[in-house]
């Protein structure tokens, strides 16, 4: 079993910036490829960014291209999504999923391990 804690989250407002973390535990792996997904109120959830186990390879959502970079540090354990010029829409809830696998994955199936999420607020 893996563990994945997520922090980082609050109330941010237009145009700033947060750093959401992912913390692992358990039988992790640095094999292990992350993502980060996030829900709004009434909303499906949406991938937003991912990384491969060796932190080699990521993959973003268009709409947070060139604003968030994911990035992982395998010695401790985490993965972060640092998040510039934050929009009012980009409020929700953000998760982070770990798989088995090492390889990217973009849909919320091919994920094994949830955390329970943290709230990013963006007002206007």
């Known amino acids: 079993q893996v563990q994945l804690v997520e922090s980082g989250g609050g109330l941010v407002q237009a145009g700033g910036s947060l750093r959401l973390s992912c913390a692992a535990s358990?039988?992790?792996?640095?094999?292990?490829?992350v993502g980060w997904f996030r829900r709004a109120p009434g909303k499906d959830r949406d991938f937003v960014a991912a990384i491969t186990g060796s932190g080699g390879a990521t993959d973003y959502a268009d709409s947070v291209k060139g604003r968030f970079t994911i990035s992982r540090d395998n010695a401790k354990n985490t993965v972060s999504l640092q998040m510039n010029s934050l929009k009012p829409e980009d409020t929700a809830v953000y998760h982070c999923a770990a798989r088995i696998g090492s390889l990217l994955a973009t849909r919320a199936p091919q994920y094994d391990y949830w955390g329970q999420g943290t709230q990013v607020t963006v007002s206007s």
């Open positions: 358990g039988r992790t792996t640095s094999n292990n490829a």
